[in-house]
């Protein structure tokens, strides 16, 4: 039998056959029903097992999404650090913020204090890196509604310049 394709001749199919390949190998795998995956157990310290739970799911308040995980509680105190973290990342903003709605202003401030913990913790290193400080202040300033993205660039970059200056004397005090 010529089909006109130079090559190998394809060889008699069987009744029922499948003709493609690709078909025949799909239905000799064995079937598997597929499972959930369960939890991942981990080791407490009181040699008893315990699955580890999935993060609580987003609520809203006001309106607005949050996490549901506290980030800073009254009982808590700043330390030097984070305050003056916090004083660079608020400059300039004052009017904008008292502009906002409050469920706007509560989403604002609670994602501040977040960054400002987020910087404070990449403060611990000897090296930094601008940009990810850069994309922390970034994050956060795109949080407040109707913000022009130019000035939402150059507050950026202040904010980061303004950053890198307090890492560099944080680090110099210490050596």
Do not use: C
């Amino acid at each position: 039998m010529s089909n006109g394709i130079p090559g190998p001749h394809p060889r008699e199919r069987a009744p029922g056959e499948p003709t493609t390949p690709e078909f025949s190998r799909q239905e000799k795998e064995p079937r598997v029903p597929i499972r959930p995956e369960a939890e991942p157990e981990r080791e407490t310290g009181t040699g008893r097992r315990e699955q580890e739970r999935p993060p609580p799911a987003i609520e809203v308040e006001g309106g607005l999404p949050t996490t549901g995980f506290p980030l800073s509680t009254p009982t808590q105190t700043k330390d030097a650090l984070t305050t003056e973290i916090e004083n660079i990342l608020e400059q300039d903003l004052g009017g904008v913020y008292q502009q906002l709605a409050d469920p706007e202003k509560i989403v604002v401030r609670r994602e501040g204090e977040r960054a400002a913990s987020l910087i404070r913790t990449l403060f611990v290193q000897v090296k930094v890196k601008a940009k990810s400080i850069l994309n922390i202040i970034r994050r956060w300033l795109r949080l407040i509604p109707g913000i022009n993205k130019f000035f939402l660039e150059q507050e950026a970059k202040i904010k980061t310049d303004q950053m890198m200056n307090l890492h560099d004397r944080i680090h110099r005090s210490r050596s």
